[in-house]
């Protein structure tokens, strides 16, 4: 079974600090995928990290694959009020034909005005 | 580009009474299709996938069952409700390897 550890689980800081939220698992994926999602909503999809120690910027958001393509982590730079939501992982599997994605527990992330 | 209908947007139903929850998608054809299961402000764990018409694949023992009467519908269904189902029930339909899933809005369901 593929799992993947995400941590913190909670997380609360202030408008204007920095912050990382990891993605651990033993498997290697194919491709690592981080979503926010909002109550009551599906997650949306934020980045995809394919090849072992890509890097990606969505603004003030870096993401980053381990070379293993074990790991992943976020990291949010003078994060702000609207940043607050649930961070999932999620790694991408290959299993009878099908694609399956294997989340992370989620990281809920709360930035205080 | 794809969308995915689901409804209802909340359901409450009696522990025992039989489940119907459905799922159907727009603009593509042949996707692969997920239902995931969210605990509150949890990860999500993948209930069942289906790589085409009456094919499904369950990923965990449980009291669901899913259905693929078409290319683009797909249902999730119980013929008895157990307290322990409630939860936001979300469809997801892939279409590449490596492509990002697109999930509907979900179902929150509540069993009383």
């Known amino acids: 079974t593929q799992l993947l550890e995400q941590s913190p689980q909670f997380l609360s800081i202030q408008e204007g600090e920095n912050l990382t939220v990891y993605c651990n698992s033993s498997s290697v994926f194919s491709s690592l995928q981080w979503y926010r999602q909002e109550p009551g909503e599906g997650p949306v999809l934020l980045v995809t990290?394919?090849?072992?120690?890509e890097v990606k910027k969505l603004k003030r958001l870096t993401f980053q694959f381990g070379d293993a393509r074990k790991d992943s982590s976020l990291h949010i730079t003078a994060a702000q009020p609207g940043d607050t939501g649930l961070y999932l992982c999620a790694g991408t599997a290959f299993l009878q034909g099908a694609q399956k994605l294997v989340f992370g527990q989620g990281t809920r992330l709360t930035i205080n005005p | 580009s794809q969308t995915i209908h689901q409804w209802p947007a909340t359901l409450v139903q009696p522990v025992g009474s039989p489940l119907s929850l459905e799922c159907t998608v727009e603009?593509?054809?042949?996707?692969?299709l997920y239902w995931y299961r969210q605990a509150a402000g949890r990860g999500l764990q993948l209930l069942f996938y289906s790589v085409g018409i009456g094919q499904i694949s369950s990923e965990v023992p449980q009291n669901l069952s899913a259905s693929r009467p078409q290319d683009r519908q797909f249902i999730l269904s119980s013929k008895k409700l157990l307290l322990s189902d409630s939860g936001f029930y979300l469809c997801a339909l892939g279409i590449i390897y490596n492509s990002p899933l697109h999930f509907g809005n979900g179902t929150r369901l509540t069993v009383t």
């Open positions: 603009g593509t054809s042949n996707p692969n």
């Open positions: 990290v394919v090849t072992g120690g």
